[in-house]
């Protein structure tokens, strides 16, 4: 513990005394890297013995790690067919719940179909009746003797007493349309739980036109870019990238 403070105090010096720092004639130059390499140095150092010291921890540790990791994958491989064998279940049940709600769908839509005809037939019906009352009134005001005139009349009534069912019919047939059932029962199948299991969708994606796909989706490959400056010093050029130099210093 003795060593660890005293390399932090010497640390500690060297970054005050970093602050006042200035390189402004040969010699201080000169001597300022004297100190930047002795720094760098030191650094070294430090390094060298933390790995001497947690060299054996890490190796150990690397040791426990390796052993209970192999543990953990082999328990992972063995649920993987648990997953495949739970994944199917709710596959089929998600399956068979859209198949009962198309087939509640296609029903509901064939009694509304249905309801729709009746109404359309009785509708019609009263439309020939009401035509054959009105012919029939006429035929009444175009009669000249009384007898005629009579016998029209009881055709009349019986014609209004047709139409008067025909537009019961109608209306009751209009009114089922309208009351026809818009939700058919789904008898699809109960969902089913397991203890200690859960099931949630997950959003991903995959190219299929990399053409389409909108320019702020994309990320510029800088490793690529980075090893092209790098390795070219600036001969190649890249439409859209600046590839410039930038001094560094580094120690002996």
Not at 6 to 26: D, G, V, W, Y
Not at 121 to 135: C, I, T, W
Not at 142 to 160: D, H, R, V
Request: proline letters at 4%.
């Amino acid at each position: 513990m003795d060593e660890i403070k005293s390399l932090t105090e010497e640390a500690q010096s060297l970054l005050e005394n970093a602050k006042t720092i200035r390189a402004n004639t040969p010699d201080e130059y000169r001597a300022v890297g004297a100190i930047y390499a002795d720094i760098k140095n030191k650094i070294k150092l430090v390094e060298a013995e933390r790995v001497r010291r947690t060299g054996p921890i890490n190796e150990s540790l690397r040791i426990i790690n390796s052993d209970f990791k192999a543990i953990s994958e082999t328990l992972k491989s063995a649920l993987v067919p648990y997953e495949r064998a739970l994944l199917a279940y709710k596959q089929e049940e998600e399956r068979q719940r859209i198949a009962a709600e198309n087939a509640a769908r296609i029903e509901r839509e064939r009694i509304e179909a249905e309801c729709r005809a009746k109404a359309e037939e009785e509708h019609q019906k009263f439309d020939e009746l009401k035509r054959q009352a009105e012919e029939a009134a006429k035929a009444q005001k175009a009669l000249l003797t009384p007898i005629e005139a009579f016998i029209a009349e009881e055709e009349a009534a019986t014609l209004q007493a047709e139409i008067d069912a025909a537009r019961l019919a109608t209306e009751n047939a209009i009114r089922e349309t309208a009351m026809a059932p818009r939700q058919v029962q789904v008898q699809a199948p109960p969902k089913v739980t397991a203890a200690g299991t859960s099931f949630r969708s997950v959003w991903k994606f995959k190219v299929v036109d990399l053409a389409q796909v909108p320019r702020e989706y994309m990320v510029l490959n800088e490793q690529m870019v980075g090893a092209l400056a790098r390795s070219t010093k600036g001969a190649m050029q890249i439409p859209g990238i600046e590839i410039y130099e930038e001094k560094t210093i580094g120690g002996r």
